[in-house]
């Protein structure tokens, strides 16, 4: 659950603009003259508020459940036990009802048991009539139920109305829950909108200008008519605008009570004044899993032609379901009830184990760049650098202000068939109806252009991210039909750091949304940061009609002369207070690690480096101080091993785990030239060196010696006849030196570090 909060209160300032729950209109009373013996009122006791607020603390502090806004007064309350009938000059009839919570902020009712003819009316309002809800008519609900938005004040009258020729037809309706709204002012003002925090980014900022559809996806989710929670409209194969929303499980709650915000955002980048926004109420589960924790629910109420209403600008946002890790990604979400928030991660995800869920069954945002998500956030979408769904929000600690920016999101790939699911706990049945095997399908607007016939695509580079060891590159490309015509030919241009001079002509025979892999020729890099390009063009010969996914691109470092080295690491049972970094002479850092879960058994971590030859500092570091010892951990101290060529290079053992807050252990990879028996008797100081260094070899005699840059270059060299010599380094420039020893029918190499 999104920072260990399940669902907050969603509560707005009613000065604000609201578009209407229901269909709009006046209750048929407000032409009427009434009296206050027309109108019934029950009255509910003030809860005792300081025991909720204690009971809140706790429950706020653990993450164990809702931010709680209201206590719920059980009803059951009908048109037979309760209320007034008034009876009409025209034959028809008004029933209405008015319930009170003393001292409430806020009242919100829940029903049961409704039917509503058709020409029958049911509104909810306050008193003064300046916050209307309806009207609803049977469209609106979902197997007889239906929850309200909060209403402001301590009062809410219903009202249901009969027309005269519906005088006969069977109406009736229960109210099973009167919500006291109790949290104080100030936590009203401050759940209401512009209440995130200041880092995060309006979703219409210029940032989130490529992501206009994807924003038209999120919605904002009542649920329970206690908490709220962000969901996304998600596309299936049949492209038919079937008005699915996904969130996340631990926003459940009967859905058929549920209301579906659209469009609650800023016009511009600024949070302006005045918002608007529209809602559909009632839906129904398809199908929900803890282990991803997702929820797919569909809408029920307010539809026009089975499908979320125009006026809406609904958009059905693609998903993908390869598991392939996503070069970057963004979150359109609403943190603590806000409008619509935009987030963006400019690194590629990791694969993670959130909590007690499944190994690898989230997506990992390791740090957001720009905004961040809070409490409200979870169940918002994650979109990958295609625009395409991945996940959903589960929980994590990024928030304004706070030291790590981490989140963790359900994947799309766990939810979609696991192993022994069925229609109620996976999303293939769903997104998928009509089995295409579709790894991926892009959004769908039902009120916009038709689906296009030519649409290649570019994605997923393999071979050129990370570390390669070698200067030679093999990519891989994915091209992917999005079109409705089968795909039988395209171009790929690709290259390197900006130029794409190289060409591959692809055939092959592909339907809607399948994939290719490709294998383009292999490259010759110089060492060090790179850039692949790739484009494909002129699919089957003609115009792509979407340029939008036709490139692709990934950096990657290249190390000509790299050699394979391995940590070992073993942690202690705390594993989250470890840290390394493993850097090079210039001290830069190459390589780092974090993040590591605590476990009476933890897991060993292995981790490849590819270096070039040189020398290197690996630096461990333990926040609280007190190294790998381990000695309350079940298998004891940590410890760990660097190996090169399967031999040791750099070590610390269990009887030096006790290390405090950091240990740095120097090691250096040489030339590969082979040392002989007497290297022992050869000793060079000081090491590292100054401008001078002395070689003295004991009994031998030394006849040569080199001094060999990192690359094997000889930078200098003495011939001489004597054991022991003193070495003129003024010249060099600092950095790490190999030299090489010629004795008498022998050579020997020693490592120098030149400061």
């Known amino acids: 659950m999104k920072k260990q909060i399940t669902l907050s209160i969603f509560l707005f300032l009613y000065t604000f603009s609201f578009s209407q729950q229901g269909d709009g209109g006046n209750p048929k009373s407000t032409d009427l003259i009434l009296n206050s013996a027309d109108l019934q009122e029950y009255i509910f006791e003030s809860p005792v508020i300081s025991v909720l607020q204690a009971e809140d603390l706790v429950t706020d502090a653990a993450g164990t459940g809702p931010w709680r806004f209201g206590f719920n007064n059980e009803t059951n309350l009908t048109m037979e036990n309760a209320g007034y009938w008034r009876i009409l000059p025209n034959g028809g009839k008004i029933w209405r009802v008015r319930v009170t919570c003393e001292n409430a902020l806020t009242v919100n009712l829940t029903f049961a048991n409704v039917a509503i003819p058709e020409g029958n009316e049911l509104y909810v309002y306050n008193p003064k009539k300046d916050f209307i809800l309806g009207k609803f008519t049977s469209y609106h609900l979902y197997e007889g139920e239906l929850g309200t938005e909060l209403i402001p004040g301590n009062s809410a009258i219903v009202e249901y109305y009969i027309p005269a020729q519906n005088a006969q037809i069977p109406a009736h309706l229960t109210i099973t829950k009167v919500t006291h709204g109790y949290r104080t002012a100030a936590e009203f003002v401050e759940k209401a909108f512009g209440s995130s925090g200041s880092c995060n980014l309006n979703a219409n900022c210029p940032e989130g200008a490529a992501w206009v559809n994807q924003r038209n996806s999120a919605v904002m989710l009542v649920s329970g008519s206690s908490g709220f929670c962000s969901g996304a409209l998600i596309n299936n194969t049949l492209n038919d605008g079937k008005p699915y929303v996904l969130t996340a499980d631990h926003c459940y709650s009967n859905p058929a009570t549920w209301i579906f915000r659209f469009n609650w955002q800023s016009v511009g980048c600024a949070n302006g004044t005045n918002p608007t926004f529209q809602s559909l109420s009632g839906a129904v589960l398809r199908a929900r899993a803890a282990a991803s924790d997702f929820c797919l629910v569909e809408i029920t109420g307010g539809l026009v032609g089975a499908t979320v209403p125009a006026a809406y600008v609904p958009y059905f946002s693609g998903w993908d379901k390869t598991g392939i890790a996503p070069t970057s990604a963004v979150g359109i979400h609403h943190p603590a009830g806000d409008i619509k928030k935009i987030s963006f991660e400019d690194q590629a995800l990791i694969s993670t184990t959130f909590g007690s869920c499944p190994a690898n069954s989230h997506w990992g945002v390791t740090g957001w760049d720009l905004g961040v998500t809070e409490g409200g956030s979870s169940g918002s979408p994650l979109f990958d650098q295609n625009h395409r769904i991945i996940g959903q929000l589960h929980g994590g600690a990024s928030a304004c202000g706070a030291s790590v920016l981490s989140d963790e999101y359900g994947k799309v790939s766990y939810s979609w068939n696991p192993a022994g699911s069925n229609s109620t706990n996976q999303l293939e049945i769903w997104l998928d109806p009509n089995s295409t095997g579709a790894s991926f399908i892009d959004g769908y607007d039902p009120f916009g252009a038709p689906p296009l016939a030519l649409d290649a695509g570019i994605t997923n580079p393999i071979g050129v991210s990370g570390t390669i060891c070698s200067a030679q590159v093999s990519p ?105 970094e493993l850097s090079n002479a210039s001290n830069v850092v190459l390589y780092s690690g974090n993040g590591y879960a605590n476990s009476q058994t933890p897991t060993p971590i292995t981790q490849d480096f590819c270096l070039d030859y040189g020398c290197y500092n690996f630096k461990i570091m333990d926040s609280y101080g007190d190294g790998l010892n381990g000695s309350s951990c079940t298998n004891g101290a940590g410890s760990y091993q660097i190996l090169f060529t399967e031999a040791v290079i750099a070590e610390l053992t269990q009887a030096q785990a006790d290390f405090g807050s950091s240990n740095t252990t120097n090691f250096c990879l040489n030339l590969g030239l082979s040392e002989n028996s007497s290297a022992d008797a050869i000793s060079v100081f000081p090491n590292p060196a100054g401008e001078f260094v002395t070689i003295s070899a004991n009994d031998l005699l030394i006849e040569r010696i080199e001094l060999m840059n990192i690359t094997g270059q000889v930078v200098s060299a003495v011939n001489v006849v004597a054991n022991q010599i003193k070495m003129d380094l003024s010249a060099m420039s600092s950095g790490v030196y190999f030299l090489k020893i010629y004795t008498e029918n022998n050579s020997t190499t020693k490592q120098l570090v030149v400061k």
Do not use: H, K, M, R
């Open 476 to 580: 891989q490309i994915t091209i992917t039909n999005s079109g409705t015509n089968t795909l039988t030919s395209a171009t790929i241009n690709y290259g390197f750091n900006g130029v794409t001079n190289q060409t591959y002509a692809w055939s092959g025979s592909l339907n809607q949304w399948q994939t290719a892999l490709v294998t383009l020729p292999t490259s010759n890099l110089t060492s060090g940061t790179n850039t692949f390009n790739a484009i494909v063009v002129n699919p089957n010969g003609a115009t792509d009609e979407n340029l939008l996914n036709n490139t692709t691109s990934s950096t990657f470092t290249t190390v000509v002369n790299g050699n394979n080295v391995t940590l070992n690491l073993n942690l202690d049972c705390w594993g989250s207070e470890t840290t390394w």
